[in-house]
């Protein structure tokens, strides 16, 4: 798909053809076709990656800010520029329906960009109170690593703070959804990214993740990932005391009072859990709904879960493509097949492929009701259009029911009341609780409580995180 750089890395400011490597196979999804094989590198292409963004930190770090927003400036330009051939790749890699790579996953990820140059514009990073200077400075070099989900959206929410701040940078994107990524490396070349500012190198987690989160080179290492992935990268990097920044995974609940407008809710509610074929950390996928309405919510959750389109991604008229890839297909299967098991109520989908589809990962947009906290599939993170429908008693119950869990990065709650709303948004354990359906804000801080993660994206913090804090005492 991209000729000539499937085998390359992008390390010191240009392609380095790979060598002697491991070749993985990129299989698209709606077809379980292997459409390319990708370069894996290993420790020493992560030595050579590290070792061009340590040359070139003492540089750029110290870039003022006009230089760092003219290359973000850039880099926004050639994103939007070439967004048909970034949503293109994403339905490759990923199987990512066409209109929706092209509404959000490209738009989304360019936004973070924006909002980056936003917040770099208004950031002082030096202030002074009394006699005392704080000073803001960039951490150093940045291994940051992406997941298949989002992958475009994931690169840019990590890539352009890390630019604003004054890092550099080495990106280990999935092995899974590697189109995306090689693109955005040559974007980051063509924007005139300074030799070694950002360097790209190709690869498993188990090699290229771990070379870089143990690499004594490395200042700060971000991962957007599962909680076990997460947790292997923190054991990896505590002996050289690296900052760490997990987003991880996360079982969202979305609670329904009993004053919401359900007419409208639960349908925005349904889709909202199955955005991406469900593949989203923080899918509100546990519905709480009071018990008395149960009857009813089942029956507007139901029919908007049955009118979703599931089909080929390249068709302007689908809603949902397949999922991403053969593992996470099966791990869906075998989640729906523990509802059916202990006993909850399948409202509708189910196990197999939608009627007429006979190949490809394509999954039914599935749910359950009479869900109970104990269930498997009120507990795992399934990661596919998979919801579960949870019925409480009181306002008590729900908020109990809503943080009995070991994950805490999103949440929901749908009221007419604001300030019913608000007071029960205040009293969840998630990082970033949504009131309403409100639009997505890039500025918003986003990340986990719990085993949800540690540290926050977008806006002014997710800049801050690559930055480190000097006190000047008698400035």
């Not at 950031?123 to 989002?150: M, S």
């Not at 098991?341 to 039914?364: E, I, M, N, V």
Request: hydrophobic share 45%; aromatic share 6%.
């Amino acid at each position: 798909m991209l000729t000539g750089r499937e085998s390359q890395f992008y390390i010191g400011g240009k392609w380095q053809e790979a060598g002697d490597v491991t070749r993985l196979p990129v299989v698209n999804p709606a077809t379980e076709q292997v459409v390319g094989q990708i370069a894996a590198g290993g420790a020493n292409h992560v030595d050579l990656a590290v070792a061009a963004a340590r040359n070139a930190f003492p540089v750029f770090s110290q870039a003022s800010v006009s230089e760092r927003l003219g290359l973000l400036g850039r880099m926004h330009s050639l994103l939007k520029e070439r967004a048909d051939t970034f949503a293109e790749a994403l339905v490759v890699e990923m199987g990512a329906a066409i209109s929706f790579a092209q509404e959000s996953q490209v738009p989304f990820a360019a936004e973070h960009i924006r909002v980056q140059m936003e917040v770099l514009e208004k950031y002082q990073f030096t202030k002074v109170d009394g006699g005392t200077a704080t000073a803001k400075e960039p951490i150093g070099v940045c291994a940051l690593i992406t997941p298949w989900n989002w992958p475009l959206y994931q690169i840019t929410a990590k890539v352009a703070p890390a630019i604003a701040a004054g890092c550099t940078i080495v990106l280990k994107p999935s092995e899974l959804s590697p189109y995306s990524a090689l693109l955005f490396a040559q974007l980051m070349h063509d924007a005139g990214v300074l030799p070694g500012v950002f360097n790209l190198v190709n690869g498993t987690g188990e090699s290229v993740g771990a070379a870089l989160a143990s690499h004594p080179e490395v200042d700060m290492i971000s991962i957007t990932g599962s909680t076990r992935a997460g947790v292997l990268v923190a054991q990896a990097a505590a002996p050289t005391v690296k900052r760490v920044v997990q987003e991880l995974g996360g079982k969202s609940p979305n609670i329904f009072l009993d004053d919401a407008d359900f007419g409208e809710a639960v349908a925005k509610g349904v889709l909202a859990g199955m955005r991406n074929v469900g593949q989203s950390c923080s899918a509100p996928t546990r519905m709480l709904v009071p018990a008395h309405r149960l009857g009813e919510v089942e029956e507007l959750a139901g029919a908007t879960a049955r009118a979703i389109r599931v089909g080929a991604p390249l068709d302007p008229a689908t809603d949902m493509g397949p999922i991403a890839n053969r593992a996470q297909f099966e791990r869906v299967q075998v989640m729906i097949q523990a509802g059916i098991d202990d006993g909850a109520k399948l409202l509708c989908g189910g196990l197999g492929r939608p009627g007429g589809l006979d190949s490809g990962f394509f999954t039914q947009p599935t749910i359950f009701s009479e869900v109970t906290p104990h269930m498997r599939i009120a507990r795992e993170e399934i990661f596919g259009p998979v919801l579960s429908i949870m019925p409480y008693r009181d306002e008590e119950e729900a908020i109990a029911i809503a943080n009995d869990t070991v994950y805490g990065l999103g949440a929901h709650v749908q009221s007419s009341d604001p300030e019913r709303a608000r007071r029960v948004a205040s009293r969840i354990r998630a990082g970033q609780v949504h009131i309403n359906y409100p639009a997505w804000d890039g500025a918003a801080a986003f990340g986990g409580y719990k085993r949800s993660g540690n540290g926050r994206e977008y806006g002014v913090y997710g800049l801050e995180e690559y930055l480190e804090t000097k006190s000047i005492v008698g400035y």
